[in-house]
């Protein structure tokens, strides 16, 4: 499914672009009637997502906000304009899971007596039908309202949807038995009567909606979760900033809330604290934790004149940076709009149901009408007529049709949870069959994201294991991440000796004594600062592991270089396994990374991803630009990551899929969910979603089957409503079983 763009402006002519959110969508049917509508004024063009309830419109200088609310107010529908600083919400107020929640509590409460007195004999008093009818109206006008309120708008503008197909079917069963309950007031008189004893289908009604609406109710949610990427994403920045000012001629520290800083600000960053804001490192060297944004998994170095960016995390040394970026010129806040502008281009999604009632329900509504009017011209019976025109509308009450798609998607979920799987609807099912290429993050979900100890190569007499615990030992005196990681590794073998006379540099090494050695590790600009410099042997040996896609450190003891020891970002082990199971599934693997291409390499080849189909050193822009260019190189994309710096990238591609390990921004701009870390979580994901799929076509074909051949046979009077309605529930007995096949996927 590509993602529409807006035509670009015509040039000379001033542009603007709006956001609306649009209240009262439930089908394609309505995001189609909305464009149109606004693509009549003039100079306008709109591109509406159902999901997100929203319109992205680009608008001439002529036309005015209110303009734009007036012409979606006449087409039936609720709009507002959308702070831009608040872009990516969702404008779902009508049916907000709160007031749908009130409908369905009511429904099921009241619904469940209906079914209980109307199908159990035992459980029957006399003259029950009126209590059930008095059950089942509030079930059939309050909670039912959003579907009967869509189906009146639907056909102000001559056109149905699944909506109308609810409204009508549910009206017609409870009309029908009221009617049969007037017309024969001692029908419910006796106790202990089968189904075969009355024709009263109250029980029909409010079952079908109190299933609709659960139905509804988790559309809902999920729609009101879609702009929460966003919030996300702008929660990342700090709060705070240390900002520096003079005070009787002295530099201070003044505490401020970072939103209220200007360019030109100065202020200080401690170890361990977020970067307020966009700057220039002016005072001060350390290693600033990209990861979040960049999806570096090694820290960058940063020194004097260095440009740093806000929400990033300094690690070890004390900065002091000039902010030159803030509010929304900063890379947090673009890449806010990143996410908001992919979210809101994303294809429409057409529900199956929907495109089977837009043609169904108006041919459901003739014949009812021509068999009425012929068998009360063939027959004059006005009784008769009405029976058999009643009939036919109580054989395509939507159930099963109604059913086929949350019973699917309510068992397969249900499964998918249990299994550490999380698929937001219907629409990411429909993304899964079609996906053809997958693009992965390598940094947390192909790899672990933690660097750890590669190698250890040792020059001189000591072996490689007395290189490691020296080092380790001094390092352990360190925060650096990569410190840690030496420290951790040689703590394994032991307990580590205690460094004294402990010294580092930011960003360069450490250096220490243990024992009577003096132990220096870091960069090779570090050893140089201490008076050391290794021979050209050996710095073409450390080229060459640094080459191979790893990161190396000088280790020295008493001013001689005894070895390096090198460190990688660790490959999970499941991912290759997962890759091969991708690739069965059809799917054209593809590694996208921040990293250098060396280490991008080292991890494609462990994993079996073919070198063509890496790339390397991308920036978050960057990756939504390859999902891009994928898509329009005809691909279908899914795309598979944990970042924050990927969080754009997931919302741009057809199918974006988040590792649960990973951060809130990138679970919420995706439609897939794995809760684990396994990447072979995600090939099942993909599996599970197709089946369920495949069981919500499958329960459209039986229940649109069963209305075929029900109506021809219902408008020859050859069934009476009786039969009528227990054909119906035959059939979403059909759909529900069939459903409920998919509990024992993955089993």
């Keep these: 499914m590509a993602t529409r763009q807006l035509p670009a402006p015509d040039a000379g002519q001033d542009q603007r672009v709006v956001e609306l959110s649009i209240q009262g969508m439930t089908c394609a049917s309505c995001v189609g009637r909305v464009e149109r509508k606004l693509g009549k004024l003039d100079g ?31 087409t039936g529908y609720g709009a507002r304009v959308i702070d ?81 197909l609810v409204s009508i079917g549910v009206t017609a069963a409870f009309l029908f038995s009221t009617w049969q309950l007037v017309a024969d007031p001692a029908m419910t008189q006796h106790t202990g009567m089968s189904m075969s004893e009355h024709s009263l289908y109250f029980e029909v009604a409010a079952v079908v909606v109190t299933f609709l609406l659960l139905g509804r109710f988790l559309e809902a949610s999920a729609k009101q979760r879609a702009g929460d990427a966003l919030t996300s994403l702008l929660s990342l920045g700090a709060k705070e900033a240390n900002v520096l000012r003079m005070v009787d001629g002295n530099r201070v520290e003044v505490t ?20 307020a804001t966009d700057g ?37 040394g004390r900065l002091v940076v000039r902010a030159t970026r803030v509010g929304s010129d900063t890379v947090l806040s673009h890449m806010g709009r990143l996410v908001s502008q992919a979210q809101s281009g994303k294809a429409r999604i057409a529900r199956l149901a929907d495109r ?31 029976t058999a025109s009643v009939t036919v509308l109580v054989i395509a009450c939507p159930c099963a049709l109604g059913l086929a798609t949350p019973t699917a998607l309510l068992t397969g979920t249900g499964r998918g949870a249990q299994l550490g799987i999380l698929i937001r609807g219907p629409q990411v099912l429909e993304d899964t069959r079609t996906v053809d290429t997958i693009v992965l993050d390598k940094t947390g979900t192909v790899t672990t ?27 352990a005196a360190s925060e650096h991440p990569i410190a840690r990681a030496i420290a951790d590794h040689a ?31 870091g960069r090779a600009a570090w050893l140089h600062r201490n008076r050391i410099s290794p021979s050209s042997e050996q710095e073409t040996a450390c080229s060459a592991a ?26 999970k082990e499941t991912s290759a396994a997962a890759v091969g199971r991708l690739r069965t599934l059809g799917l054209r693997p593809i590694l996208l990374t921040g990293d250098n291409r060396a280490v991008a390499l080292q991890v494609a080849a462990s994993v079996g991803i073919d070198a063509a189909d890496v790339h390397a050193g991308i920036t978050p822009e960057g990756k939504v630009d390859v999902v891009r260019a994928l898509q329009a190189s005809g691909a279908t994309v899914a795309m598979a990551g944990d970042g924050v710096n990927d969080a754009a990238a997931l919302a741009q591609a057809d199918l974006g899929i988040a590792m649960g390990s990973g951060t809130d921004v990138a679970i919420e701009a995706a439609d897939l969910t794995v809760m684990g870390n396994s990447l072979e979580q995600v090939a099942q994901a993909i599996e599970l979603s197709r089946r369920t799929l495949g069981t919500i076509k499958g329960n459209l074909f039986w229940a649109f089957f069963y209305n075929a051949v029900g109506i021809p046979v219902a408008a020859l009077g050859l069934l009476n409503p009786m039969l009528a309605g227990g054909a119906m529930a035959a059939s979403s007995v059909l759909v529900v079983a069939n459903s409920l096949r998919l509990r024992s996927f993955g089993r």
């Design 84 to 164: 831009p600083d608040h872009a990516g919400g969702s404008g779902a107020a009508e049916q907000a899971p709160s007031r749908l929640g009130a409908r369905l509590v009511l429904a099921a409460i009241l619904s469940l007596p209906v079914l209980l007195i109307s199908m159990v004999p035992g459980l029957q008093f006399a003259n029950w039908g009126w209590v059930v009818l008095a059950l089942t109206l509030p079930v059939v006008t309050w909670s039912a309202w959003p579907f009967h309120r869509a189906a009146a708008v639907n056909a102000h503008h001559l056109s149905s949807t699944m909506d109308t």
């Design 356 to 386: 089977i009632s837009a043609v169904f329900v108006p041919v459901v509504l003739v014949i009812a009408v021509v068999t009425f009017v012929l068998w009360l011209v063939l027959s004059g019976d006005l009784d008769a007529a009405f």
């Design 280 to 316: 220039v490192v002016v005072e001060g060297h350390s290693a600033i934790d990209t990861a979040l944004l960049t999806g570096e998994s090694v820290p960058v170095e940063v020194g004097r004149d260095s440009a740093v960016t806000g929400a990033t995390i300094n690690t070890s």
């Design 546 to 571: 640094e080459n191979a896609g790893t990161t190396a450190v000088w280790v020295a003891v008493d001013g001689a270089v005894e070895g390096f020891i090198t460190l990688s970002d660790t490959v």
């Design 449 to 475: 994201g933690t660097m750890a100890v590669h190698d250890v190569v040792a020059f001189g007499h000591r072996t490689a294991q007395e290189l490691l615990r020296l080092a380790g030992a001094v390092e």
């Design 256 to 275: 401020l809330p970072a939103d209220t800083l200007i360019p030109g600000d100065e202020f200080v960053v401690r170890p361990g604290e977020k970067i």
């Design 491 to 521: 703590a394994g073998a032991g307990r580590l000796a205690e460094a004294v006379d402990f010294s580092s540099a930011p960003g360069g090494g450490v250096r220490g004594t243990v024992g009577s050695l003096t132990v220096t590790a």
């Design 44 to 74: 306008v063009e709109a591109s509406v997502n159902l999901p997100l309830e929203n319109a992205v419109v680009r608008v001439p200088a002529s036309v005015t906000d209110q303009q734009l609310i007036d012409t979606v107010e006449a």
